[in-house]
């Protein structure tokens, strides 16, 4: 049964930085996309950042140049370093796997970031 435990989130005053790390177990592919979105309530979840086994990355235009996302294959974790945090970067953030063979995808169960002053 694959896994997605996340960490890393809390509150923060604008300006500020914040890690977000997820790490992956179970049963999953080498070739996959791990990546990070969010959610405020009652809207839809949107992407965040993505990078896929094979490096290519993808960015939400909202947090390119503030947002930098990586990952360890060896340790199946995928990191989200957000940096100039704004109070409209505060939602949930949920991992994300997508198994490239199975086609399955998976959610982590949410870490809240919170920017406020």
């Known amino acids: 049964q694959v896994q997605l435990v996340e960490s890393g989130g809390g509150l923060v005053q604008p300006g500020g930085s914040l890690r977000l790390s997820c790490v992956a177990s179970?049963?999953?592919?080498?070739?996959?996309?791990m990546g990070w979105y969010r959610q405020a309530p009652g809207k839809e979840r949107e992407l965040v950042a993505t990078?896929?086994?094979?490096?290519?990355?993808n960015y939400a235009d909202s947090v390119k140049g503030r947002f930098t996302i990586s990952r360890d294959a060896v340790k199946k974790t995928v990191f989200l370093q957000m940096n100039s945090l704004k109070p409209e970067d505060t939602d949930v953030y949920y991992c994300?796997?997508?198994?490239?063979?199975?086609?399955?995808?998976?959610w982590g169960q949410g870490t809240q970031v919170t920017v406020s002053s």
């Open positions: 179970g049963g999953i592919s080498s070739i996959n996309t």
């Open positions: 994300n796997l997508l198994d490239s063979m199975s086609r399955r995808q998976y």
């Open positions: 990078i896929s086994s094979g490096g290519t990355i």
